[in-house]
DNA sequence: TATAGTTTCGGGTACGTACCCGTAATGGTG
DNA sequence: CACCATTACGGGTACGTACCCGAAACTATA
C-alpha cells in the first residue's frame, strides 16, 4: 500500500518562528481549528448553504457580490484550506499525462529515469491521474516523430519530456502549446521554448564543477576532455559541460601552475572503436596527467586506463552507472557526477501534477544537484 | 515501445453483470476512474456485503472462515488496494506525534530540520494527523528532561527526537519501549536501542570522505583535526568523525607521501575562545597544511584563518549554514560535507506517518547522503 | 421443540467536498 | 400588474471506505 505523500502542499513554507514562542500549545489550538473549519463552518458563518460557498470556493457565477465577499472574508479569517481527500474524492474528475523518454534498453540512466516516474505515478493515480509512457529509441528519431503524433491525438493534459532531438522536441512543444497543453522538459532543456519547467542539470555549471575537482587534485598538467557521442543533438549537451569545464580552468589559470586542456571527439560508440581512438590518440599524447568524459560512457575510458595500466591521475565521468560505480570501487574513476535521473523522472511528473491537479506554482527551473560521487560515499547514493 | 495502461484493467472488462443495471455514464466514470476494483466490486464478486468485505480487510471478527478465505483470494484476484483517500476520511481516526529537537536559535542546522518536520505535516495532516514540536535548549540538559516527561504524559503515537542527551534520551526510549511507542532517531544514534529506525549521517563514513578529499588535494603533509563542542554528548559524535578520518589516512599512508595527523579540541565555543585556541595551537605548529573540522563550527575556523591571512591548502568542515556558505564562497573553505537536516526531519516523521497510519515498512536504518559541497555547487543544494 | 446464546452478515449512515437540479427571488418588459 | 428571463441560492446525492446496529442463521441446552 503506498501513500499519496508528497503529492501536494509542495510550498516550503517557513513560518517557523511561532513555533519558538509557543512550542506546546500549538497542538490544542489546530485541534479546535481542525474541527470547525471546512465548508460546513463557512455556510454556518455566513448564514448560507454549503452549495453557496462551494461555488464562491470555484469561482463559479451564481452568487450575488454581496455574499460572495462575506464568504471571502470567512475564508480569509478562518483560513481555510479544503481537504483534498473529499475534494478530489467527491470529484470524479481524472487526468491524463503522458511521458516521452528514451528507451532504456542502451543506459540503466533512463532506467532510473522511469523508476522515478513510476514512483511518482504510485502516490498520485489515486487522485484520479492516469499515465502513459513512451519510450522511443534513441538511435532511431522516427520512433520520437511516431510517438509524437500518436500523443497529440491523445489530447492529454500533461507531458513530461526529454527533448533528445531538439527539433523535433521543438516543434511538438508548440504543438502542445498551441493546444494549451503544459509540458515539462527533463534531462536536457529545448531553449526559447516556454515550457511548464526544466528538469536536469545545469549542465554548464557541472563542467566548471569537475574543473574544480581536477584542479584541486593536480595542480598543473595536462587534461584531455574526451567527448563519446554518436547522436549529434546529444553532443550539444556535452559541449555545454565542456565550456563550463574550460572556462573553469582559464578562470583559475596562473603561469606558475599552468593547466593545459586537449580534446578528442568520439563518435563511434562502440567499446572497440572507443578503445581504438583513446590508443591511437594516447600513444601520440603521452603527457595526460587527467580525463574529464563529458558523459556516462566513462567507463569505456576507465577500461581502456585500466586495461592498458596507464598512468593516471585523475579520471572523472557522469552518472551512477553499475558499471561506472564498479570502476571508482576500484580506483580507476576517481570521482562521479551525479545527475539524479531518478530524481529527474519523479519531479517531471509531480511538477506536471502539483501545476494541473494541484494549481500549485511551479518554478521555472529546477536544477539538479550536482552530486560528487566517490569510492567513499557512493553506497548512500541511489541514481 | 508504448506500454499500454488500459492492460491494468483489461481483466474487470467482462464482468457483464452490473453493466446491464449501470447506466452508461457511471460505467465510464468508475473505468475511467480504475474503480472496478474497490470493495464495492469484491462484495458483488463474492456475493456478501460490503461491511462483510470490510471486516475481512480489516481482521475483524465475524466473518466464517469459507467468507474470509474466498474473499481473500478476490482481493488477490484483482490487487485490490484501498483507497487512502476515502479510507482515511471515514474514519475519524486521528494520530498524535511529537517531535523533541533543539531549539534552533544557536544554529540554522536545526532551523533546516524543523523545516522539513514541518514539511512532512503539512503533507500527511490532512491524514489526521497532529504534531507537537518540542524545542529543548542546547545548553539547558533540565529543558529536555522537562519536555520528556510533557510527552510521556502526553500520551501519542510516536515521536521523532534528537537524542543530544544520550542518557537521558536512552531513559526515554526505554519508556516509550514499554509504552509500545514507537520512536526515531534523527541526526545522531544511540547504540543498542530499539529505534523505529535512525535517520542522519554515518558519521564515521563521512569522516572517512573528509579524508578522501583531503589526501585528494594535499598528497602529502600535515593535517589537524578540530574538534569544537562544548557538549560531552555531542562530543562523542565528533569522535566518530575523527576515527573514519583517521582510518582513511592509515589505510593510504605510504612512505614516500605520509600524511601526518594533528588533533585539537576546544570545549569552550565563544568565538573568542576559539581565535585564542587556534592562535596558541598554530603558533606551536607552523606547518599544518590541511584542516578538518568536525562540525558545522569550522565557520570559526574559517575566520581565523582568513583574519590572521594564514598559509593553509586545504580546509574541510560540515554543514551548509550561511556563514560557512560565506567562507565556501570567499575560497576560505574548501569543501562543506552536507548532512541534510531538512530532509532528516522530513524522513523523521514521515517515517513514523508510514509506519503508524500506512503500516509499511520501515528500513532501520537511513543514512543520509554525504553530499560533497564546494563553491561551485553549492547553490543547487537546500540544507 | 422451544429458548437463549452465539455467530455471521447486511443495511444504512457518516466523513468533507463536488455538483446536479429544482425553486425562490429578482429584474425588466409590455 | 402579469409575464418571463435571469440570477441567486438550497436540498440532496455521490465519491469509496469505516463502522454501528440490528437481523438472520446457526448451535447448544433443557
Known amino acids: 500500500m503506498r501513500l499519496p505523500l508528497q503529492a501536494l502542499f509542495a510550498n516550503f513554507g517557513n513560518s517557523t ?9 500549538s497542538l490544542r489550538n489546530e485541534q479546535m481549528a ?31 457580490e454581496t455574499t460572495r465577499q462575506k464568504i471571502n472574508e470567512i475564508i480569509q479569517e478562518i483560513g481555510f484550506q479544503p481537504n483534498i481527500l473529499a475534494s478530489r474524492l467527491a470529484s470524479k474528475k481524472t487526468n491524463r499525462f503522458a511521458v516521452l523518454i528514451p528507451d532504456a534498453r542502451e543506459t540503466d540512466y533512463w532506467k532510473a529515469s522511469l523508476d522515478g516516474i513510476e514512483r511518482a505515478y504510485q502516490e498520485i493515480k489515486q487522485y484520479g491521474v492516469f499515465l502513459d509512457r513512451y519510450l522511443f529509441d534513441l538511435n532511431d ?5 511516431k510517438y509524437v503524433n500518436d500523443m497529440l491525438k491523445g489530447s492529454y493534459d500533461g507531458v513530461v519530456m526529454a527533448p533528445s532531438f531538439i527539433e523535433e522536441a521543438a516543434s511538438f512543444a508548440s504543438a502542445c502549446a498551441d493546444r494549451q497543453i503544459p509540458y515539462v ?14 528538469i536536469g542539470p545545469h549542465l554548464y555549471q557541472s563542467g566548471y564543477q569537475a574543473g574544480q575537482l581536477i584542479r584541486f587534485g593536480l595542480k598543473q598538467g595536462k587534461v584531455l576532455i574526451v567527448n563519446i557521442s554518436k547522436e549529434i543533438d546529444a553532443y550539444h549537451h556535452l559541449l555545454r559541460k565542456e565550456e563550463g569545464f574550460r572556462q573553469y580552468m582559464e578562470n583559475t589559470n596562473t603561469p606558475e601552475a599552468p ?25 601520440e599524447h603521452t603527457d595526460i596527467d587527467a580525463f ?12 581502456y586506463l585500466r586495461n592498458t595500466a596507464r598512468q593516471h591521475r585523475i579520471l572523472i565521468g557522469y552518472d551512477l552507472s553499475e558499471e561506472n560505480i564498479e570502476y571508482l570501487k576500484d580506483g580507476t574513476i576517481d570521482f562521479l557526477i551525479g545527475q539524479k535521473p531518478e530524481e529527474q523522472g519523479y519531479l517531471g511528473v509531480m511538477s506536471l501534477f502539483q501545476h494541473v491537479v494541484a494549481d500549485k506554482k511551479i518554478a521555472k527551473e529546477q536544477y539538479m544537484p550536482i552530486d560528487i560521487i566517490t569510492k567513499e560515499n557512493f553506497e548512500f547514493y541511489k541514481n
Do not use: C, W
Not at 518562528?17 to 500549545?25: A, S, V
Not at 574529464?292 to 577500461?303: E, G, I, Q
Open 17 to 25: 518562528n511561532q513555533l519558538f514562542l509557543t512550542p506546546i500549545m
Open 34 to 64: 481542525g474541527r470547525l473549519s471546512g465548508v460546513k463552518e463557512i455556510a454556518r458563518r455566513a448564514n448560507v448553504s454549503i452549495a453557496t460557498v462551494d461555488r464562491v470556493i470555484h469561482n463559479r457565477k451564481g452568487v450575488s
Open 141 to 145: 528519431k522516427s520512433t520520437f516523430v
Open 292 to 303: 574529464f568524459v563529458t558523459n556516462s560512457r566513462v567507463k569505456s575510458v576507465a577500461k
Open 259 to 283: 593547466i593545459r586542456v586537449e580534446k578528442i571527439d568520439i563518435t563511434n560508440t562502440t567499446d572497440e572503436a572507443i578503445q581504438d581512438a583513446l590508443d591511437t590518440f594516447l600513444k
Open 185 to 198: 522538459f527533463i534531462n536536457s532543456d529545448v531553449p526559447n521554448r516556454d515550457s511548464l519547467t526544466y
